[in-house]
């Protein structure tokens, strides 16, 4: 027959095993169920199918018994044996084995009969939400699904993108009170499994009541993060960009209750990527790259270097010379700037805690009608409360809130510095944080690659958006299995 996909129900157990592999992907059913007297093998992907339908197809075909019917069916009567007792209307014979997996993995349930005999039903049912989108991570055109609370859901948004059978996704269970659900997730056939070693002796270690602040409280544990401010994982709500990155040869987890999902290992410039590079031209990608690469330099160095200019005539050009405070106020121009910044964390903050309705109103009152009377009474010279806006403009285009975070301290910092020493404490500063990025070595992987250490042309696709058509190399610090992208 056309749709006998194999020669034995065992020979497509062994077969869905030999892809999906044995107990290594919990959301892989592969299930030994009965039509009537026939044996049959059911598979499918639990997270893709309407499971309540599936149920009311399937059980009134095995609770009952039937005595009168012989236990054993020859090839020749099977397929119409199974097509009487299993008329459903959205069946489908699969002509190869491919064409199953295929069907399977796009959220089909798979049947084989005893003879193996394979057929398709069709009780697809994709998770998503209404048409929204993360609000950190938003794009002009594509998809505006994103991950949910639920586990489920979410790997399902991943292997609706990644329809291949090594796609893996490991439960686990951590913590001994909580219980919280993870899937560690990657790609077997490119993953580095030294990377996928490091992740399951990390898990081990974890000895905790609970997770209750879920992804960041994973990350905490898995880096031992300490007091570092830098965030050593990528947080994405977006499936493309998890899905991406798995292609990729990164390990993804997944952890319930959270709609964001870690991605591993990274380096800093990763969490300078946005997905609108990848949905506009080539061109228009590498200039939104630049801009949000000069916003991050800036975001961190504009006050030091205004504060060090304004405080050091002698160093201003002559087309500069508008640099520095013309007004004239009582409080040092240094404690302005740390006011002016420490008054734009409490309005962040209380942009958080302050109902939507509400936020722009509170926004428009702090930010146009306090900052224009605090110049007014000489509490602030105007360029500061210029530099500190603008400043913070800077810092809101940096795509990774909590890189954006980090890099304020690090402004502090150099803002310290340079009021300490001058120039000397400018420079030293940025040399010290340079030296420290430099030293960081999450997973073993350079913090600053590609710059440090430096590799030319994963340095230049750091800075140039290159068109999808070119043959480009996995990542060197992921250390995929295959480096060539097919």
């Known amino acids: 027959m056309s749709n006998q996909v194999f ?9 869905l095993y030999s892809k999906f592999g044995k107990d290594e992907s919990f959301d892989v059913c592969i299930k030994d169920l009965h039509v009537r007297t026939l044996p049959i093998l059911c598979v499918y992907i639990s997270g893709l199918v309407d499971a309540a339908t ?16 012989q236990h054993e ?32 993995l796009s959220g089909q349930v798979g049947i084989i009969t005893a003879n193996g005999f394979g057929y398709l039903l069709e009780l697809r049912n994709y998770p998503g939400r209404q048409p929204e989108e993360p ?7 594509g998809s505006r699904d994103g991950f949910a609370e639920n586990i489920m859901l979410n790997t399902a948004l991943i292997r609706r993108r990644i329809r291949d059978p090594q796609l893996r996704f490991e439960l686990h269970k951590v913590s001994s009170l909580g219980q919280t659900d993870l899937a560690i997730t990657y790609m077997k056939d490119i993953v580095n499994p030294k990377h996928l070693d490091w992740v399951h002796k990390r898990l081990k270690e974890i000895k905790h009541d609970g997770l209750t602040m879920a992804d960041k409280s994973l ?9 570092h401010p830098l965030p050593f994982v990528r947080y994405s709500e977006r499936p493309d960009i998890v899905a991406a990155h798995l292609l990729e040869g990164h390990i993804a987890i997944v952890v319930d209750t959270s ?12 969490l300078l990527q946005h997905a609108e590079e990848y949905r506009q031209a080539p061109l228009i990608g ?18 030091p270097i205004w504060y060090l200019l304004a405080t050091n005539e002698q160093y201003l050009p002559a087309g500069l010379d508008f640099i520095g405070a013309k007004e004239k106020s009582e409080i040092p121009l240094f404690l302005q700037i740390i006011i002016a910044h420490l008054g734009l964390e409490y309005l962040r903050i209380a942009a958080i805690h302050t109902p939507t309705p509400l936020s722009t109103a509170m926004g428009l009152v702090a930010g146009i009608i306090i900052g224009q009377i605090a110049i007014d009474v000489g509490l602030f010279s105007p360029e500061v409360v210029l530099y500190s806006a603008v400043t913070a403009i800077f810092s809101f285009s940096i795509p990774t809130f909590e890189l954006s975070t980090a890099v304020k301290y690090f402004q502090f910092f150099i803002l310290l510095a340079t009021v300490a020493a001058g120039p000397s404490g400018f420079f030293i500063s940025i040399w010290v944080i340079f030296s420290y990025l430099c030293s960081l070595k999450p997973m073993k992987v350079p913090y600053m690659w590609p710059l440090v ?13 290159f068109p999808m058509a070119d043959d480009a190399l996995r990542p060197y610090i992921v250390g995929a299995k295959q480096r060539k992208r097919a």
């Open 73 to 104: 069916i020859a090839i020749k009567d099977e397929v119409q044996y199974f097509n009487d007792h299993f008329n459903f209307y959205g069946k489908s014979e699969p002509k190869d084995k491919n064409e199953f997996m295929l069907g399977v």
């Open 7 to 15: 020669a034995s129900i065992d020979e497509a157990k062994d077969f």
């Open 54 to 69: 599936l149920t009311v197809q399937l059980t009134p075909l095995f609770t009952h018994t039937f005595e009168n019917e």
């Open 453 to 465: 250490p430096f590799f030319p042309k994963a340095f230049s696709r750091i800075f140039i958006r």
């Open 286 to 303: 590498t200039t939104f790259r630049f801009l949000r690469y000069f916003a991050a330099f800036f975001s961190l160095t504009l006050l």
């Open 219 to 227: 990350e905490e544990w898995l880096f031992k993060q300490k007091f």
């Open 259 to 270: 709609p964001s999902v870690i991605i591993i290992p990274v380096s800093m410039f990763h």
């Open 135 to 141: 609000d950190n991570e938003k794009v002009i055109r």
